[in-house]
């Protein structure tokens, strides 16, 4: 049963603190995304990657969120320095890209609570 | 500048008649509509699509109808059942022009009446 996976499920951390979040995408997907789920926003796009490639990154706050694939079955997404307001749950998902359909398949998510 | 709107960010229904869940969106050049249901501590799973190609999509109890003119779709859950009680997000994006990216609205949540 083919899934995303994502670790860690929770993480709290005090401000200031790095975080790192993992993806492990489906084998075989060439597309990967960040999401973050808010109460006011619903879900936010942070990163966008084809074929290990960034292609979307602008909904991201740069100066302390990072997004990496360093393989075809890691990407990564760091929080440095963590702050309150990036308390979020934080989403994976992976998908076949063009020209498939557009369906994505999403992780659990990791939940994040900066004190 | 929310491009996918869900004003309705919640809906009671009574089990066994029809769920309507509505979305509008503003950006032209989407051309594929879908959505997801999301139960909580869970992932978004997808649920239904459409492409601008068409003006309805059915599967089983789910059906979509999109009014592109009106920038306009919605999801017809008939019978409702208890089991449908989630947030749904309706999500678009622009794949005729290359963009595989999804663009989701803020979620209605949903409660089936028993």
């Known amino acids: 049963d083919a899934r995303v996976t994502q670790t860690p499920r929770h993480k709290v951390t005090e401000m200031g603190q790095e975080v790192t979040m993992r993806c492990q995408p489906i084998l075989g997907h060439n597309t990967v995304f960040w999401y973050r789920q808010t109460m006011m926003q619903g879900l936010e796009l942070l990163a966008y990657?084809?074929?290990?490639?960034?292609?979307?990154d602008s909904g991201m706050p740069k100066d302390r969120f990072s997004a990496e694939m360093p393989d075809a079955t890691l990407a990564t997404l760091k929080i440095q320095p963590s702050e309150p307001r990036d308390s979020a749950v934080y989403f994976c998902a992976s998908g076949k890209g063009q020209p498939n359909t557009g369906e994505l398949f999403f992780g659990e998510g990791s939940r994040l609570t900066v004190l | 500048d929310q491009q996918v709107k869900q004003n309705s960010p919640s809906l009671s229904v009574q089990e066994g008649r029809i769920s309507i869940l509505n979305c509008d969106y503003t950006n032209s050049m989407f051309d594929y509509f879908l959505w997801y249901k999301k139960y909580p501590a869970e992932g978004p799973t997808f649920l239904i699509s459409?492409?601008?190609?068409?003006d309805k999509n059915e599967d089983g109890r789910f059906t979509v109808f999109l009014n592109k003119s009106a920038k306009h779709l919605s999801l017809h859950i008939v019978p409702s059942q208890p089991g449908d009680s989630a947030v749904y997000f309706c999500?678009?994006?622009?794949?005729?022009?290359?963009?595989?990216?999804?663009?989701f609205g803020t979620g209605t949540r949903l409660t089936i009446i028993p």
């Open positions: 459409i492409s601008s190609i068409k």
């Open positions: 990657f084809r074929n290990r490639a960034p292609l979307d």
């Open positions: 999500a678009a994006s622009a794949r005729n022009f290359g963009n595989e990216k999804l663009t």
